[in-house]
């Protein structure tokens, strides 16, 4: 006969691999909820916690503290724990696209161009490949390359058809490179989208002016 004590520990060890799964699962509601610091706190006692064998979910876990640091706006923290996850995984778009993400924010033009461009060599068009292309877009606006700003933007916009500030800030990276007709093109379609919308109609002004109509 199996004695009651066996019975017991059966019954720990249970509830704690439950406990460990559900806790896992919140981790990713929290996100969804806009819960970000309870999220950060759960992921990280989860890379404390799960075994080094169990990557998947230690990927995971980095995968959602990735996530919730860039809703906190805390971009420092996503370089240190997205780093540590590329140089186990170089090639999960996750990561690459979270760094892509918080060197944007920190205004580093070149890592961020090299993450962004890497997310679509692995994604193409899939997922976030419009968020990524409208990022790369503003990046070569800072960067004055604007005929490179007009290619990334227009992808965005191709992804993305109905976004109206999109078209907005592909209207301005036209109207910086001289090509007004198009600019007015994509002002015009900005404005077709919301009609109220004040960069478009600040855009639409001024390439006006400078077509003379």
Not at 51 to 67: G, H, I, K, N
Not at 98 to 124: D, Q, V
Not at 196 to 208: C, F, M, P, T, W
Request: proline share 1%; net charge neutral; hydrophobic share 40%.
């Amino acid at each position: 006969m199996i004695k009651k004590s066996s019975f017991f520990l059966l019954f720990i060890v249970i509830i704690n691999i439950s406990l460990m799964a559900q806790e896992k699962k919140n981790a990713l509601t929290l996100w969804r909820q806009s819960k970000f610091d309870e999220a950060v706190e759960v992921c990280l006692t989860e890379l404390d916690t799960l075994p080094l064998t169990s990557f998947a979910e230690r990927m995971d876990s980095y995968t959602v503290l990735c996530w919730s640091l860039l809703g906190l706006q805390r971009y420092e923290e996503v370089l240190k724990y997205g780093k540590e996850a590329y140089e186990k995984s170089s090639r999960d778009w996750r990561f690459v696209a979270a760094l892509g993400e918080a060197h944007y924010f920190l205004g580093n033009n070149k890592e961020s161009l090299y993450y962004l461009e890497k997310y679509i060599e692995l994604k193409g068009t899939g997922d976030k490949a419009d968020y990524m292309y409208y990022l790369m877009g503003h990046l070569f606006l800072r960067m004055e390359e604007y005929n490179r700003a007009d290619v990334a933007l227009s992808m965005a916009v191709y992804l993305k058809p109905l976004d109206a500030k999109w078209w907005a800030r592909l209207g301005f990276a036209r109207e910086q490179a001289k090509d007004y007709a198009r600019a007015k093109d994509a002002y015009t379609k900005a404005l077709s989208i919301n009609s109220s919308l004040v960069d478009a109609e600040r855009g639409i002004k001024r390439v006006h002016n400078s077509l003379g109509l």
